[in-house]
Each structure stands twice: as structure tokens, then as C-alpha cells.
């Protein structure tokens, strides 16, 4: 299956947006792009373009999902055939994610993190094996930790590696955290994404 395997910091300060919870502390060290690091530097005299905004937005959320440029495409493109406005309706999609649903649970660090413990199979959903981290999930879906999976490390320290926060649950799932299930009670709000998102750049860079 293919991955974007690059610096995740790196993209993060290209992008100027925290695309990993370790690339904070890097974009308030260093501010700059790479290959900026001294001022100047090509595309500077395109940065406020509108085309330049559109592609960084596009950038930054494609990242930040961990998606290639075909699979956010397709997605615009299946976002764009729905009723309604196509951009809430991407970041949508984008949440429904059964990879970006771990993470968001708290069972997880960062999307990177729950896109490989979903690949490892380490859930059902509804009761089935899964090991798709592009699964969309729906209202009323329930997904478990599989019982031989409960006996990793990685869950058996659970509370030290990803600490419980529940103010960064969504409203739109329910954690038991003991059970290591989620239930999805409802559909993602635009007061449910994430923070500093532009999604009509992101229809417009894909209407040129």
C-alpha cells in the first residue's frame, strides 16, 4: 500500500501547520521553509498568489490526513458528485476515515500511528477484521480492539504512550477506553475539524 513516507516535519514547516503532534515544537524553533533557513529564496514573490494559497491549502491537508495526491483527488471528485457544499463534505470524508477515527479516539499519537495499527489489523469493525485505514465509517458502526491485540505492549501501556484527553474527542463518537471500543454516534460537524482549515481553497484549486 502506498505511503508518504517523508519528513513529517519537514512538511510541517512547508506548510507552516503542525502536521504531527512532534512537529510543534520544530515550526516554534524554526519558522522558515526548508531550503530557506538563511530569507529569500525562490517563490517568495508567489506567495500570497492565489494559485499559491489554493496548492498550500490543498498541501496541508492532504498532509496532515496522510493521503496521496490520487486518493485526496478522488476524494474531491466523489465530494464534488454529492449534494451540498463539497468542501465540508471532503473534510467529511477525511474524518470518517477509519484511520483518522483511531486517532481521534485517543488510541493513537498522530494519524501515522493509527494508519499502521489499523494496517497491523489490530480492530474490527462491526465484528469484522479490518486492515483498510481508508474505510469510511457511518453512524452506529463500533469499533474493537481485538481481543489477542489487548496482550501488545503498545495497548497494555496504553495510558503512558497515548494519554486519555477527552476534550479532543469529537462529539460525533463515544470511547470506552477500558473496552477499547468506539461507537460512531453521529456525523462530523464543520465545528468538528480540524482547527485553521481553508476547504474552499481547496474546491477552488481543484475547479481551475
Known amino acids: 500500500m502506498a505511503r508518504d513516507l517523508g519528513s513529517i516535519v519537514k512538511m510541517s514547516r512547508r506548510e507552516g501547520y503542525a502536521l504531527h503532534p512532534k512537529a510543534y515544537k520544530a515550526l516554534v524553533k524554526r ?21 499559491s494559497l489554493q496548492l ?7 498532509r496532515l490526513y496522510g493521503l496521496l495526491e490520487k486518493q485526496f483527488s478522488n476524494l474531491m471528485k466523489e465530494a464534488n458528485r454529492k449534494q451540498g457544499q463539497s468542501g465540508e463534505i471532503l473534510l467529511q470524508y477525511l474524518e470518517l476515515r477509519l484511520d483518522n477515527v483511531v486517532y481521534r479516539s485517543g488510541l493513537a499519537v498522530s494519524r501515522r500511528a493509527s494508519r499502521q495499527l489499523v494496517t497491523h489489523g489490530h480492530f474490527t469493525l462491526n465484528g469484522r477484521r479490518v486492515d ?19 496482550n501488545n505492549d503498545y495497548f497494555k501501556n496504553i495510558d503512558e504512550v497515548s494519554p486519555i484527553n477527552p476534550d479532543v474527542i469529537p462529539s460525533w463518537m463515544k470511547v470506552n477506553r477500558k473496552k477499547f471500543e468506539i461507537t460512531i454516534t453521529g456525523l462530523p460537524s464543520v465545528e468538528d475539524r480540524e482547527p485553521d482549515i481553508n476547504e474552499q481553497l481547496i474546491v477552488e484549486y481543484y475547479s481551475r
Do not use: A
Request: charged share 30%; net charge positive; hydrophobic share 15%.
Open 132 to 150: 483498510i485505514p481508508s474505510i469510511r465509517v457511518n453512524t452506529d458502526d463500533v469499533i474493537i480492539l481485538r481481543d489477542h491485540s489487548k
Open 56 to 62: 498550500r491549502e490543498k498541501q496541508k491537508v492532504k
Open 31 to 51: 519558522t522558515t521553509s526548508p531550503g530557506e533557513q538563511h530569507g529569500g529564496g525562490r517563490g517568495q514573490r508567489q506567495k500570497n498568489s492565489q494559485y
